[in-house]
Structure formats: structure tokens, C-alpha cells
């Protein structure tokens, strides 16, 4: 079956712009296409991004976000979603609905910096104001809890003394387009999946980091760690 993916997003949208390029250069290969881009802002450019790539774009007010959102997504026989930038919370029939085939990206290494209001500059400041040396990104199945469901990936990132939160900001975002789209095709493929215990199955590596770095360096770009 090939997937069907909606993408739901609040800003710039620069993530489902990596996803709608991930894509694209997979061809052939890629295990469905972005039909759907839906944004709780109706400026978002997001929206615009999406549109660009032949997706229907689509923005939300509150009762489509809410209470329609469900209809909306089984309209467009949608198999898979991904968060990405995405500032609401997604209503619990919908999680439920795409319980394994919904997916987030948090700009911290989860547990860490997440949670109800950790969002956006948020994150970064806390992060900053914590004095840790090392944040990242995270991808993780959604559940019906903010920043909770199980963690698929993560990527870590150095915090440098005189960072702030614009800088650290950059480097995660940067690593954000790297891990979050390979990670939205290999669900998509079925080649990760959450298994009735609620444990991930299908990647061999949790060091994707540095899986890529040597990959990259080898020229192995179509070597995968599921
Ligand atoms: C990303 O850092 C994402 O993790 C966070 O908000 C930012 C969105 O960036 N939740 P974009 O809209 O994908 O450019």
C-alpha cells in the first residue's frame, strides 16, 4: 500500500519542506507521497510549501482542528501523519485513530525539555538557562500525551558556552531536516513500527548519527539503519 501522509505544521514549515524533498529525491523509491498539509495558522507558509508540492493545503480553524480533524484526515484516506511544527494538541480520537503511524519531532533529547508549553524558542531557552552541554532531536510516535510517546530517534547536539537560544536553535533544526524525514519514510514503509507493547521495532541502530556520518562518508547513501 503507499503511504498517504498529511502533514500538519504551525510555521515556516521548514520540516515538511526536508520531508517533500526526502521525498522527491527518493523517486521511485519512496514509500508514498505528502497529499495533505493542514496548519492551525492560515499565514503559515507551511501552507504555501505544501501547495507547491501538489498536497492539498489546507488550514484549520478551531473546529477542524478539534472535533472535524478525524473527518478530515479519513477524507483524504490519510495512512500516516507527521507533526512537524505542528503547536496544538492533537485530539485523543485522532491519536488513537493513527495510534503507530503518527509521528512528532521535538527539538531536545525527550524525556528532556519536554512536555506541555516546552514548544518552539522555549525549548532552546530552557536549555540554555540549564547550562546543558549536549540537547538534540528527537522523533517519536505520538500518544495522547504531549512529547510522551516512544522514541524512534534521536540525534545529539553540543551546547557551547555563549550559545543562546537562536544559536543552539539552528544547529538542532539543522539536524531536525536530517533525521526526521528518513525516519517519516521508514514508518511509512512499514519497515518501523510500534508493536502491541508499545515498543519500537525495525531499527538495528539507535545511533542514527552517527549511522549517517559514516554512510556520508562512505558514499553509502542508500545504507539504512532499519
Ligand atoms: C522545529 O524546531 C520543530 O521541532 C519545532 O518547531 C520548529 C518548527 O520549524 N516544534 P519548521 O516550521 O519545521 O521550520
Known amino acids: 500500500m503507499t503511504a498517504r501522509i498529511a502533514v500538519l505544521a504551525s510555521g515556516g514549515g521548514s520540516n515538511l519542506q526536508a520531508i517533500l524533498d526526502h521525498f522527491a529525491a527518493l523517486a521511485d523509491r519512496a514509500p508514498g507521497r ?25 488550514a484549520l480553524n478551531e473546529a477542524a482542528r478539534t472535533a472535524g480533524l478525524r473527518d478530515l484526515l479519513e477524507a483524504h484516506a490519510i495512512t500516516h501523519v507527521a507533526l512537524a511544527g505542528y503547536l496544538r494538541q492533537v485530539p485523543a480520537d485522532v491519536t488513537t485513530a493513527w495510534h ?66 537562536a544559536t543552539v536553535a539552528v544547529r538542532v533544526l539543522e539536524v531536525e531536516h536530517q533525521l526526521f524525514p528518513p525516519v517519516v519514510a521508514a514508518v ?31 558514499g553509502a547513501a542508500d545504507a539504512a539503519p532499519w
Open 100 to 165: 503507530g503511524r503518527m509521528l512528532n519531532v521535538h527539538p531536545a533529547l525527550l524525556p528532556a525539555f519536554g512536555g506541555k508549553g516546552m514548544y518552539g524558542h522555549r525549548v532552546h531557552e530552557a536549555v540554555v538557562a540549564c547550562g546543558v552541554r549536549v540537547t538534540g532531536a528527537t522523533v517519536h510516535f505520538v500518544d495522547d500525551q504531549y512529547d510522551h510517546g516512544a522514541v524512534i530517534a534521536q540525534w545529539p547536539v553540543p551546547v557551547f558556552p555563549g550559545d543562546t537560544a
Open 34 to 58: 505528502v497529499v495533505l498539509v493542514a496548519s492551525d495558522r492560515p499565514n503559515a507558509l507551511a501552507l504555501e510549501r505544501g501547495r507547491r508540492a501538489g498536497a492539498t493545503a489546507i
Open 188 to 218: 511509512a514503509a512499514g519497515r518501523i513500527t510500534l508493536d502491541a507493547s508499545g515498543r519500537v521495532t525495525g531499527l538495528r541502530t539507535p545511533m542514527l548519527f552517527a549511522h549517517f556520518a559514516a554512510s556520508d562518508a562512505s
